[in-house]
């Protein structure tokens, strides 16, 4: 069975860019959560989807923004990219409902 | 709030020794899991175990169990026979019952001697 994926694993992007992370979680799970993990803040909850809907938000600038898709594939969008967004993101994925949640092996986003 | 502490920055163990790794927890809500994750520097977190707060046993998977006492509101990481692949950061998490939020410890890096 194939583990969560995350593409790319690594970005390079400068200031004001914009980027979008996927993550394509094990078959069958349909709850898929993004986390951004920093030297200084540690891990930290951005938000959950289930079906497509989001159902939990993190506390994170409304630059930081996603979306899940019919395969429960997610996307994570960061527009307007500042310095301190240079982190390791890790999506999970699990069934929903208190399940273990699974990681990818991350992207690792470096801001210019 | 919920919130997870981890009090050991960095734990030292001699291979095939073991080793325990410290979690305390706080929440308010009656239902809520525990999970401990392992991260070596490649970054990939990896699920070790899990304890739900109504299971009325330890947890236990090989190597690892979780020392789950309840009433003190801790969830300590047990590692038996300590191997050098041991060595990464372990993180505990806390898991609210209806939610699939985890709140993250800062973690512990463990490091396992030859």
């Known amino acids: 069975k194939a583990g969560v994926t995350q593409t790319p694993r690594y970005l390079i992007k400068t200031r004001g860019q914009q980027v979008t992370l996927s993550c394509s979680p094990i078959?069958?799970?349909?709850?898929v959560s993004w986390y951004q993990q920093t030297p200084g803040q540690g891990l930290q909850f951005l938000f959950e989807y289930f079906s497509e809907t989001q159902r939990n938000k993190g506390n994170f600038p409304g630059r930081f923004s996603g979306r899940q898709f019919s395969n429960s594939r997610s996307e994570m969008n960061v527009s307007t990219l500042e310095l301190g967004d240079s982190a390791l993101y890790l999506c999970a994925s699990s069934f929903g409902g208190d399940n273990e949640q699974f990681f990818g092996p991350g992207t690792r986003l470096t801001v210019l | 709030a919920q919130k997870i502490t981890q009090t050991q920055p960095g734990m030292f163990v001699q291979e095939k020794e073991a080793v325990t790794l410290d979690c305390t927890y706080d929440t308010s809500d009656p239902s809520y899991g525990l999970f401990w994750y392992k991260q070596p520097s490649s970054g990939e977190m990896i699920f070790l175990i899990y304890q739900g707060s109504y299971d009325q046993q330890n947890a236990t998977e090989g190597r690892y169990s979780l020392n789950f006492q309840k009433a003190r509101k801790s969830a300590n990481l047990v590692i038996s026979a300590s191997q050098l692949g041991d060595s990464a950061m372990y993180f505990c998490a806390l898991l609210q019952g209806g939610s699939e939020k985890l709140v993250f410890g800062k973690g512990t890096k463990l490091t396992v001697n030859p």
């Open positions: 078959s069958g799970h349909r709850s």
